[in-house]
């Protein structure tokens, strides 16, 4: 996606809260969006998430996109699980598949009794989890964040933490604002900073660092009450650990270079691995003639 030369005002004769943004948000990237107070964050990702149309300038090459507004409209007519059974219809998913992801993500946040609550009771907390979980529900090529974590318990926002790492490792770009600057620290593959009506490149510690990326990769996902299957035609490189005593999860190192393959097969499963960690793998790459273990 890429903007050109965008402006926005609010009425005729607004100040230009945001002017002549010109903005590449490739696959793969992790952006995160600084500024002051009422500087334009969130007109910026209205923008991006397309439910907000520029005043100048054109957006080219929208993918299909998955948003957390600032504020939850928590005032429509759903319980929380029909809420999010009819956004995963709206993100395309079809009607069952869409009800097993509205259930998972609820159990996901420990939210599962509240699925016939009508989302104007739900608490601020609660209410976010939903918010969450309607983005999270589909694969979006582009997911927008503003200040998701906000209002989420410490177990929710590490949970959100690990699923934009491993989105974005498998392929998913996803831009964010968060008031706390250590979201997502050394993740982020550029930072702009909205400044003057402008949109100003900060380089990411990430950027700067020497190359440190690893080899090869651990992932380590779960999926509470599914089968234990590991999906089919996974990249050679990808070997899957033997289980741990007491712990149900998934873990798999693969190559560096064919993570996001494993992921992106994670993600898609039906019922979807919960991604819990994407880490460096200890010990040598694996090589394309690696034996999988765990039966494969
Ligand atoms: N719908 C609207 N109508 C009129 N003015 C608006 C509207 N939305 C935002 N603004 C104004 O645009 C400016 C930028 O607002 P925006 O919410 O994008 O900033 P922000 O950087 O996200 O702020 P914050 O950090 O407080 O969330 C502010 O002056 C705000 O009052």
């Known amino acids: 996606m890429r903007l050109h030369g965008v402006g926005r005002r609010y009425g005729l004769r607004g100040r230009w809260v945001l002017r002549d943004i010109d903005l590449d948000v490739p696959r793969h990237a992790l952006l995160r969006i600084d500024g002051r107070n009422g500087t334009g964050k969130s007109t910026l990702l209205r923008l991006l998430a397309g439910i907000d149309a520029p005043t100048a300038g054109r957006i080219t090459g929208r993918p299909a996109t998955a ?53 104007e009771v739900l608490s601020k907390g609660t ?76 380089t990411p510690a990430a950027a700067t660092a020497p190359n440190t990326a690893p080899a090869a990769v651990l992932i380590d996902a779960h999926r509470p009450g599914g089968p234990r299957t590991v999906p089919p035609a996974l990249p050679a490189s990808a070997r899957t650990l033997p289980a741990r005593p007491g712990d149900a999860g998934l873990r798999v190192t693969v190559a560096a270079a064919d993570s996001d393959a494993v992921l992106r097969a994670l993600l898609a499963a039906d019922p979807a691995w919960h991604i819990r960690s994407v880490a460096p793998a200890p010990g040598p790459a694996p090589g394309g003639a690696l034996a999988k273990e765990d039966g494969r």
């Open 127 to 202: 209410a976010q989890k939903v918010a969450v979980a309607q983005a999270l529900l589909a694969e979006p090529e582009l997911l927008i964040l503003d200040e998701a974590w906000t209002g989420l318990d410490t177990a929710a926002r590490a949970q959100l933490d690990a699923e934009v790492t491993a989105r974005v490792a498998a392929g998913t770009t996803t831009v964010f604002v968060d008031h706390d600057p250590a979201r997502l620290a050394g993740a982020a593959t550029a930072v702009h900073r909205v400044e003057g009506a402008a949109l100003v490149a900060v």
């Open 67 to 119: 948003y957390v507004p600032e504020r939850f409209a928590a005032a429509l007519p759903f319980d929380a699980a029909g809420y999010l059974v009819h956004c995963g219809r709206i993100h395309g998913l079809p009607g069952p598949l869409a009800q097993r992801r509205a259930a998972q993500w609820l159990e996901r946040f420990g939210i599962g009794e509240h699925a016939r609550t009508p989302l």
